[in-house]
């Protein structure tokens, strides 16, 4: 298969030549304001039944198993691709704004728009939008993505230096290796794992590497923090915490906060005791997130081996090298899991002050969204997009392509996008050291556009020993 090159044409960061290069036909002309292209009442209604509301009910910070599954059972993920794709059309890809009950929603579908977006300050185009404050101020209220302006800034430097994010490699990298292998030693004792017992050898991982072993065992603390998060599920509907979720979140502050000055020097408790940051930052309140992303290597673990089971061919790849399985084409194998099923399929950030896309003005207030998800996975823009294919995180620069972004780029990154590539490649080839993949639920057809959504609680992997 050819593999996508970067993208070329207008300048992402020069707004003026993105606009310029992509206006449609009929576009005014420069300097002329026009209004914005709102979507009729029927796209709005249309956009709302069958991509927002799902992803609401499906829940964001806590997946629901069942809704999951009944959503992939009566294929919701086309129905958002045939909206989408239809609000693409209409305008050969221009900016649309939706009518909504949280206000108005400027959807972005076109590869220049998308880097622009990128390319924009958080000061601007801010992370903190409304539905998803609301939704995580249950869960971690003095979070960076809860937070905007200076204490922002400050937050995320500290987040910044605690999760090594300017670094090619956490310098406590060894350390966290060493617990994955430790852990998945005790996974790997039955020929079949079911994602249940995945999830759980994750949630000792992610304790052990934020807090120390101190926590390893502690599983009320992850009942509690998984209560919030169905809490946070919420969030967008209901005007604060409940008296419950208060006193839950209190609970396992109260928790942190007896580790934190225990935890060892390589934890992420440990560093962020050992990080100059300011005292609004609340350095230890900032575990809640760290917690909260480490969690989600096990649905990561479980698409990439499913995958793998599905597809021979790569599975045998990463075996072809001295000392397999080889890493560097496994941690590929991840990206390219996460860019068929990203965590975060939808980025929505919130316009800071009024401003101008492709000359047209918005207020401030105007939530801005990138259905990232669809996006990389259009053919037109991503080739194969539907189709396992490592090799094209292989490539110079795929890491920058702004076609793919299982990480988001940019100012809005993910600052543990590194250690958490780590910690899901690492899991996958200490698993896959000794054993091989022969059989995986649900089945996966190589030949075929893979399915557009895949419930991760329902996977199980069938084991070989080598």
Not at 9 to 32: I, V, Y
Not at 40 to 67: C, Y
Not at 68 to 87: F, K
Request: glycine share 8%; with cysteine; hydrophobic share 40%.
């Amino acid at each position: 298969m050819k593999q996508p090159s970067p993208p070329t044409g207008p300048n992402p960061t020069d707004p003026t030549d993105a606009r310029a290069s992509t206006s449609p036909p009929g576009s005014p002309p420069r300097g002329t304001a026009a209004p914005p292209r709102r979507a009729r009442r029927g796209e709005s209604l249309r956009f709302a039944v069958t991509h927002a509301l799902p992803a609401f009910a499906r829940g964001i910070p806590a997946p629901r198993p069942a809704v999951v599954a009944l959503l992939g059972a009566v294929g919701q993920a086309r129905w958002s691709a045939a909206t989408l794709r239809a609000l693409h059309d209409r305008d050969d890809g221009a900016p649309v704004l939706l009518g909504g009950a949280s206000g108005d929603t400027l959807v972005l579908l076109d590869p220049a728009d998308v880097q622009e977006f990128f390319a924009r300050p958080v000061r601007e185009l801010a992370l903190d939008a409304v539905d998803k404050t609301k939704m995580l101020s249950v869960i971690e209220p003095t979070g960076v993505i809860c937070s905007h302006g200076d204490l922002r800034e400050a937050r995320r430097a500290c987040n910044d230096q605690v999760l090594a994010h300017h670094e090619e490699a956490h310098p406590s990298c060894g350390t966290f290796q060493t617990v994955i292998a430790e852990e998945c030693s005790r996974l790997a004792t039955k020929p079949t794992l079911a994602f249940a017992r995945l999830q759980r050898t994750v949630q000792r991982i992610s304790r052990r590497i934020v807090l120390g072993d101190q926590a390893a065992g502690d599983e009320e603390l992850h009942r509690w923090l998984l209560a919030l998060r169905k809490e946070g599920n919420w969030g967008a509907v209901r005007h604060g915490p409940t008296p419950a979720g208060q006193r839950l979140y209190e609970a396992a502050t109260d928790r942190l906060h007896a580790y934190a000055p225990h935890a060892p020097a390589p934890t992420l408790l440990g560093r962020a005791r050992d990080t100059t940051c300011g005292e609004d930052v609340d350095a230890v309140g900032q575990a809640h997130h760290w917690l909260l992303a480490l969690d989600t290597v096990a649905p990561i673990v479980a698409r990439t081996l499913l995958l793998l089971a599905a597809h021979p061919a790569e599975q045998a790849a990463l075996h072809d090298v001295p000392h397999a399985p080889d890493t560097t084409r496994l941690r590929a194998c991840v990206q390219e899991s996460l860019r068929l099923y990203p965590i975060v399929p939808d980025l929505l950030r919130i316009l800071r002050t009024d401003t101008t896309w492709r000359g047209v003005p918005y207020r401030a207030g105007t939530h801005v969204l990138v259905p990232i998800g669809f996006l990389q996975r259009d053919s037109g823009l991503v080739p194969g997009g539907s189709l396992f294919a490592p090799g094209r995180w292989c490539t110079d620069g795929a890491d920058r392509d702004t076609r793919m972004a299982p990480f988001s780029h940019g100012e809005g990154r993910c600052p543990g996008d590194r250690l958490g590539l780590m910690a899901a490649t690492e899991f996958c080839a200490q698993l896959l050291r000794e054993h091989r993949l022969t059989e995986g639920r649900p089945r996966l057809d190589p030949h075929r556009p893979l399915p557009g959504a895949l419930n991760a609680s329902g996977i199980q992997l069938t084991l070989s020993r080598t």
